[in-house]
T-cell receptor, first 114, second 115 residues
Framework: NAGVTQTPKFQVLKTGQSMTLQCAQD?????MSWYRQDPGMGLRLIHY???????DQGEVPNGYNVSRSTTEDFPLRLLSAAPSQTSVYFC?????????????FGPGTRLLVL | SQQGEEDPQALSIQEGENATMNCSYK?????LQWYRQNSGRGLVHLIL?????REKHSGRLRVTLDTSKKSSSLLITASRAADTASYFC???????????????FGTGTRLLVSP
């Protein structure tokens, strides 16, 4: 089992460019989420999904879109990258959709927006 | 902000010593979790304590929870150099009017254990 995988590991974008961060899991978990981690800020929830076809906004959703067409994949799209989106992005999954207990994190994607 | 806060922000100790880090939060919770993050890596779940529990142990880890003070502590006994990492508490609470329980992470404690 690969667990939670994220690609790419590192990306540099120019302001205004778009890109998709990929997240895949092979644990058949219902719940998936995206966080961003900034120095001194801890992790902040961007978007989450409680199952295929169901997504919702977290604390900091502006500038990001998500979709969940399958249980396994939960891509995060940056529509028009801004320097404020420079961060480390983590995808996480959990086995219980209504009550996130233990969350399993991917290795992260480090994004730099110039 | 509902975010929790850990203190200290950084802690430096010698191998064999105990490390204690604290977490405070603001809202009623369903459970509180501690995670470890090694440099450049994702977070790894360490231990979960429910709101009706006061203390929990797992190997060299001991977690306490005081819901009246909205605080928790993580104790690592007989620390090792491999324990060097950042440690985050995360509180789970009801998210708005949904049936979804959200995790809110604190800002973390950076622990350095020297040989």
């Amino acid at each position: 089992n690969a667990g939670v995988t994220q690609t790419p590991k590192f990306q540099v974008l120019k302001t205004g460019q778009s890109m998709t961060l990929q997240c895949a899991q092979d644990m058949n978990h219902e719940y998936m989420s995206w966080y961003r981690q900034d120095p001194g800020m801890g992790l902040r929830l961007i978007h989450y999904s409680v199952g295929a076809g169901i997504t919702d906004q977290g604390e900091v959703p502006n500038g990001y879109n998500v979709s969940r067409s399958t249980t396994e994949d939960f891509p995060l799209r940056l529509l028009s990258a801004a320097p404020s989106q420079t961060s480390v992005y983590f995808c996480a999954t959990s086995v219980l959709s209504g009550s996130p207990e233990t969350q399993y994190f991917g290795p992260g994607t480090r994004l730099l927006v110039l | 902000s509902q975010q929790g806060e850990e203190d200290p922000q950084a802690l430096s100790i010698q191998e064999g010593e105990n490390a204690t880090m604290n977490c405070s939060y603001k809202t009623s919770i369903n459970n509180l979790q501690w995670y470890r993050q090694n440099s450049g890596r994702g977070l790894v779940h360490l231990i979960l304590i429910r709101s009706n529990e006061r203390e929990k142990h797992s190997g060299r880890l001991r977690v306490t929870l005081d819901t009246s003070k909205k605080s928790s502590s993580l104790l690592i006994t007989a620390s090792r150099a491999a324990d060097t990492a950042s440690y985050f508490c995360a509180t789970a609470f009801q998210w708005m009017n949904t049936g979804f329980q959200k995790l809110v992470f604190g800002t973390g404690t950076r622990l350095l254990v020297s040989p």
